[in-house]
């Protein structure tokens, strides 16, 4: 990851908090901590901060709660537009590693590849 953005946002957490975000729409705590192999409080403490910020919202699906970028903050839009030049700017790599994730279960029936 780019150092500049852990500098922006204070910490590597947060960029990576809002990286998953941006590239994948929306996410839950547990999956980011998952993802990138970190402690699960440290992702809720970020997440906590950035919607109190009104960077973030969130809702309740099932029993977790899900973040997404605040669509009515413009500010939290820029913020995204420059989140995926990041991605696109990444080693193919990292995107393999982080953020090419199957996001939903199989359709029954559907062949692998």
Known sequence: MNPVLETIFGNRTAALVLL?????????????????????NMVQRQLKRLESGGVLVSRMVGNSRQFSFNERNP???DLRELLKAELDR???ADLQRWYRERQRPRRTGKALG
Do not use: K, V
Not at 20 to 40: D, K, P, S, V
């Open 75 to 77: 500010i939290a839009r």
């Open 90 to 92: 990444m080693p193919e």
């Open 20 to 40: 998953f975000i941006a590239n994948y729409g929306e996410g839950h705590a547990q999956r980011m901590a998952r993802t990138y192999e970190t402690g699960l």
